[in-house]
Nanobody, 124 residues
Framework: QVQLAESGGGLVQAGGSLRLSCEAS????????MGWFRQAPGEEREFVAA????????EYTDHVKGRFTISRDNAKNTVWLQMNSLKPEDTAVYFC?????????????????WGQGIPVTVSS
């Protein structure tokens, strides 16, 4: 099993940047595809970005392409989500998740382990 802990969230003005971190423990991060999801108030949780085990492949939802970047360092057991040019509609609780599958998936059920989530608020 792997435990995931997010950090780096908070309040930022529109146009600003935040970097979310997700630190894994209990199992090597290199065993998993890693993803970020988010859940806005009153909405369902949605896929944001994912990265393959060796960072060869990355996927993003169209809503964040060109603004967000996912990265990882397996030696540090950490995955990051760099969020630039933030918009009020990016306001949500952000979750990192680990997937033991072979290829990147954007659907929640594919992911085996989840962090508790961390809130991000973008003010206009």
């Amino acid at each position: 099993q792997v435990q995931l802990a997010e950090s780096g969230g908070g309040l930022v003005q529109a146009g600003g940047s935040l970097r979310l971190s997700c630190e894994a423990s209990g199992s090597a991060l290199s065993n998993y595809i890693m993803g970020w999801f988010r859940q806005a108030p009153g909405e369902e949780r949605e896929f944001v970005a994912a990265i393959s085990r060796r960072s060869v492949n990355k996927e993003y939802t169209d809503h964040v392409k060109g603004r967000f970047t996912i990265s990882r360092d397996n030696a540090k057991n950490t995955v990051w989500l760099q969020m630039n040019s933030l918009k009020p509609e990016d306001t949500a609780v952000y979750f990192c998740a680990a997937d033991g599958a072979i290829s990147i998936a954007t659907a929640e059920p594919s992911y085996d382990y989840w962090g508790q989530g961390i809130p991000v608020t973008v003010s206009s």
